[in-house]
Every structure is written in C-alpha cells, then in structure tokens.
C-alpha cells in the first residue's frame, strides 16, 4: 500500500514538472508578426511650406498733435470709423512761460510805436492839409506809421498763438483741433482725457493720441527660413489660417521677399508680405496670429503611398509588395512630389499592390 501512494506521489511531481516546462515554453514562444499592408491609392498631391506671423492693416497710422499741451476732449472712441479730416481731439496749450514774457514784451514794444507813429501820422496830416509839407514828407511817415500797425498785429497774433495756439486771422484753423489724415478706423487711444501731450517736431516724434489704420486692407507679414525661402517668389498662393477664427481660411498673395534675413534662435529669417484677400462676413482685427501654407508645388489626381512606408537601400527607396498572405518581395521604385504624409509613385507600382507596413507598433513585437 505503501508503495502505491510512493508511486501515485512521484507520478503527480513529474505531471507538475512536464506541464510546467511546456508552459514555460509555450510563454517564450514569440508569436509571428502579422504586417498590415497599404493599398496605392489617387490623391491631391500639394508640396508647401509654413510661414508665422500676424494680420495687420496695410496703412496704420500714429495721429500725433503739432503743439504741446493737455487733452482737453477726445471725440472718438477705439473701434470707430472715420473719414479723413474728422476731429479726433482737442489741446488746451499750456504756454511756455519764457516764450510768453517775451511775446508780452513785444507787444508792449509794438503798442508804443505804434502810439508814436499815429501822433505822427495825425500831425503830418494836418500839415499836408495846410500845404506845410510836401507829400513826399507826408509819405515817409505814413510809411512808419504803417510799419508800426504791421508789427503790433504780428505781436498780437503771436501772443494769441502761444496763448490758444490760433491767431486771429487764421479763421477756424488751429492746431489745437487733432485731425485724421486718412479714411479708417481708430485702433487704439493711448491717452485719456486731462494727458500732457509733447508736439510732433523735428528732434521729438511726439505723443500718439490715436492710431488709424484702413481695416479694408489688410497684409500677413511672416517670416520664413533661410532653407525654405529659395523656393518661393512674389505672386505665389498662400493659404492663411487665423488662430482666433479656425472655421475660416483666408487667401493670400505673396507680394514681398526681404533681400536681407534676420538672426533669430540661431537661423536666419527673411520677411514677408501677403495681400489678404478678405471674407465679405467676416472681420479681421489688427494682430490676429495667422499662419500662412505656401504652395511651391501641386499636383492632382497622382497615384501616391504614404511616405511612412517607404524604404530606402543607402539612397535608392524601395516598398515591399505582397504577393502572397504575409509574403512579401523587395521592389525599387520611382517616387515624385511629396507632401510630407503621402508621397508619389512614379514607376515600380501599379494600382493593385498591396504594400508591407514596416512600421510594427510596440505591443506587436511582445
């Protein structure tokens, strides 16, 4: 009895041992890679490059005030339409203090003379009148008389310039009045109402009361690298798409190549322009972020494989075509324009190949 259960016991332990080796084995087997394969297929073609930048407004204009002083009223607001020559704001000169003085002191000046020469003029008349004098007389100190009006005048428009920044004969002209020079809309006021504003002038640029800009008119101004912009000329398509509207695509055309690049993040840059070509219903602001698709080359209705695909033998490219389940041949091939995900074949395809995937994902190869 003994020896049955001795028997049974061992007999158990070698079942153990046998299944444990043959599952063992069978987990280390690796199971056989099944390839997917791509069909040849006809499709768009289209070889471009990528431009960043932004849309601006062709003309943008800073509206700065010819004299010096404070805002005294602002008549418009951001995002308003205006026509050229339409008020834009009011300054209240603030007057030089030395410059006053010194204008006061001439009118002064102007005002004595003048006083002397028409006691001239009144007593010359008289003797002109009595034949005491002869005409000639007469005439040079009307002549004085005259000088001395002319320059009280000019005092006093020069007083009233320094004072309100209009002489008196000027009319409704003023430099006070901040007009717009073009047709547009107004962007942005930088300035409230009470500022201090500095005039426009040969050493200074002066204070920005308002920027104007034709929003009719838009360009994208990008920049494009050294390696893409040997490829592209003025006149090309550009296809924009706006950051802030992604359900519309803009058209462009390319107008402007900079001669000279730039140095940024350690490549060189070179501008460029597009005219946009604007939707009627939809509305571009100043600065939206775009990027714009150049089109350098395009062809249509080609027989193309996905460039993932593709092999290469050093530098000849090669697929591999299924011609039998999971067997496959070597086969050099032609290739033409390509897009970057799908690339044309020109020779060594026909439209019923199936070509082997290479590209295994991870949790095939376990």
């Known amino acids: 009895m003994k020896n049955i259960i001795r028997i049974g016991f061992f007999s158990i332990l070698l079942l153990l041992f ?79 203090m030395i410059n006053l003085a010194n204008a006061e002191s ?9 006083e002397n020469a028409k006691i001239d003029i009144d007593r010359n008349q008289k003797l002109l009148d009595a034949k005491m004098i002869s005409f000639s007389d007469y005439q040079q100190v009307k002549l004085v008389y005259n000088n001395a009006k002319e320059e009280m005048n000019a005092a ?14 000027s009319g409704k002209s003023t430099n006070t009045i901040v007009r717009s020079t073009i047709d547009g809309m107004i962007l942005d006021i930088p ?10 002038n040969t ?55 900079a001669p000279k690049g730039v140095k940024e993040n350690g490549a060189i840059q070179f501008q460029i322009k597009a005219r946009v070509e604007l939707n009627k219903n939809t509305f571009l602001r100043a600065g939206y972020s775009a990027t714009a698709d150049i089109v350098l080359a395009r062809k249509e209705s080609v027989y193309t494989i996905p460039e993932s695909v593709l092999q290469f033998d050093k530098t000849v490219p090669f697929v591999e075509v299924e011609t039998s389940p999971q067997t496959f041949e070597k086969r050099t091939i ?31 190869k376990r």
């Open 191 to 200: 300035l409230k109402e009470g500022s201090s504003v500095i005039e426009s």
């Open 203 to 257: 050493f200074n640029e002066g204070s920005t009361i308002a920027i104007v800009a034709d929003m009719g008119e838009m360009i994208f101004e990008g920049k494009v690298d050294e390696s893409e912009v040997g490829k592209i000329k003025p006149g090309m398509d550009l296809i924009l798409t706006v950051g802030a509207i992604d359900t519309d695509k803009f058209g462009a055309i390319l107008e402007y190549i």
């Open 18 to 96: 046998v299944y444990t080796i043959w599952f063992l084995y069978k987990k280390s087997e690796q199971k056989p890679i099944v390839y997917k394969n791509v069909s040849v297929s006809k499709n768009n073609v289209v070889q471009k490059t990528v431009a960043t930048g932004a849309v601006v407004p062709r003309k943008e204009i800073n509206i700065k005030p010819q004299v010096s002083g404070i805002i005294e009223k602002l008549y418009v607001v951001a995002g308003e339409k205006i026509r050229k020559g339409d008020m834009i704001a009011q300054i209240r000169i603030i007057p030089n």
């Open 334 to 364: 032609k290739t033409g324009l390509s897009d970057g995900i799908n690339i044309e074949i020109i020779s060594g395809l026909s439209p019923s190949d199936k070509v082997k995937d290479p590209n295994i994902a991870p949790e095939e």
């Open 156 to 169: 006093e428009n020069n007083i009233q310039l320094i004072k309100e920044g209009v002489s008196k004969n």
């Open 106 to 114: 001439r009118l002064n000046r102007a005002q004595l003379s003048y």
